[in-house]
């Protein structure tokens, strides 16, 4: 079975902060895919990225960085000089090799920016 | 990037009637789409996978006789809640997925369902 904990329920942070988001997965596949996706409050996903088991490099994408690492099953998320547009709900998610694309989501981290 | 569309994005009906969601994709072909449902404060729940041509495949618990799902050609599915009820109200995402395995799902806007 798959599993996803983003234990943060809810964050609260100033404006500039940096901010940090857990993602924890268990799976048994070898070869499967993380995602992280933002749900503002209109309610559509936002696609953030997407990793694959068998590349741990580090991501930057502007603002945004992504941590991975295999030996902790650990995908975590970072926001540089967070601002308010980035409040939101933030979701990690995982599908496997053999889940059919099956996306397991985490239970979400909602994120507050206050300025 | 792809896009996915959704139809209603709201609606209201009365209990007891049925309503039809639609889902497309606007600019790929998906032979595989999802319907999930996301109640107010939690996460995204599968209810099932919609393959076209075949008969969609039901998560444990979510009744296939309630939640009817026709995939007809590959740039849409449908979602229809059949004899709504008031606990049916909630928020249900299609998304649709394009490439190989592991490949990306695009998600639709989303349909804010409300019974009365």
């Known amino acids: 079975a798959q599993k996803v904990t983003q234990a943060q329920t809810e964050i609260s942070v100033v404006e500039k902060e940096d901010v940090t988001l857990d993602c924890v997965y268990e799976?048994?596949?070898?070869?499967?895919?993380l995602f992280w996706y933002k749900q503002p409050p209109s309610g559509e996903l936002v696609f953030l990225i997407r990793?694959?088991?068998?590349?741990?490099q580090n991501e930057i994408s502007g603002r945004y960085s992504w941590n991975f690492q295999k030996s902790t099953s650990s995908f975590n998320f970072t926001i540089t000089a967070s601002q308010v547009v980035d409040s939101a709900v933030y979701f990690c998610?995982?599908?496997?090799?053999?889940?059919?694309?099956?996306?397991?989501f985490g239970k979400g981290t909602l994120l507050t920016v206050n300025p | 990037g792809a896009v996915v569309s959704q139809h209603p994005s709201r609606v209201i009906c009365k209990s007891g009637t049925s309503v039809k969601i639609e889902c497309r994709s606007l600019?790929?072909?998906?032979?595989?789409m999802f319907w999930y449902r996301q109640f107010p404060k939690q996460s995204l729940m599968l209810m099932a996978t919609?393959?076209?041509?075949?008969?969609?495949?039901?998560e444990q618990g979510v009744e296939k006789d309630k939640f009817l799902i026709n995939h007809a050609s590959l740039t849409l599915s449908t979602l229809t809640v059949t004899s709504a009820h008031p606990e049916d109200s909630s928020f249900y995402i299609c998304?649709?997925?394009?490439?190989?395995?592991?490949?990306?799902?695009?998600f639709g806007p989303g349909t804010r369902l409300t019974v009365t």
């Open positions: 998304s649709a997925l394009r490439g190989p395995s592991g490949g990306e799902q695009y």
């Open positions: 799976t048994r596949d070898t070869t499967y895919y």
């Open positions: 990793r694959n088991s068998f590349d741990e």
């Open positions: 998610a995982l599908v496997g090799g053999g889940s059919n694309y099956k996306l397991t």
């Open positions: 600019d790929f072909q998906a032979t595989t």
């Open positions: 919609s393959n076209e041509g075949s008969k969609a495949t039901y």
